[in-house]
C-alpha cells in the first residue's frame, strides 16, 4: 500500500452504503452511522459533497425518486463504483493489518 496514513475513509463507508440497495443521501448517513453503532456520525454537510464528488467521478449515479409527495435523489453504484469499493476495500485490509501488526509486536 505505501501510505503513512489510511485515507478515503468517508468514501468507503458511503461506497459500502451503496453497496447493496440505492439509498437517498439521509439513508446513506443513516445506514453508515446505525451499522458503526453511532461512531460514524457525519453531517449532511459531509456526506452531500462527497456524494456529488463521487458522482462527478463517475463511482455513483443518482435520480430523482417522488415518493409519498417527497422528491428525494437516489444514489447507486455504478460499475466503476463497484470496483473502487473493491480497491478500497483492499486498501484498509492491508491498512488493517499492518496496524495489527505493529500493535502485536509481531
Do not use: C
Amino acid at each position: 500500500m505505501g501510505r503513512e496514513t489510511f485515507t478515503g475513509q468517508l468514501d468507503l463507508l458511503l461506497l459500502a452504503a451503496l453497496r447493496d440497495e440505492e439509498r437517498h443521501g439521509y439513508a446513506v448517513i443513516e445506514h453508515v452511522r446505525d451499522t458503526s453503532a453511532g461512531r460514524f456520525d457525519y453531517a449532511e454537510g459531509t456526506v452531500y459533497p462527497a456524494l456529488r464528488r463521487m458522482e462527478d467521478d463517475g463511482l455513483i449515479k443518482s435520480r430523482w425518486s417522488d415518493n409519498s409527495g417527497r422528491r428525494r435523489r437516489l444514489y447507486r453504484l455504478t460499475a466503476s463504483g463497484r470496483r473502487a469499493l473493491r480497491v478500497r476495500e483492499e486498501d484498509w485490509a492491508s491498512f488493517r493489518s499492518g496496524i495489527e501488526a505493529v500493535i502485536s509486536g509481531a
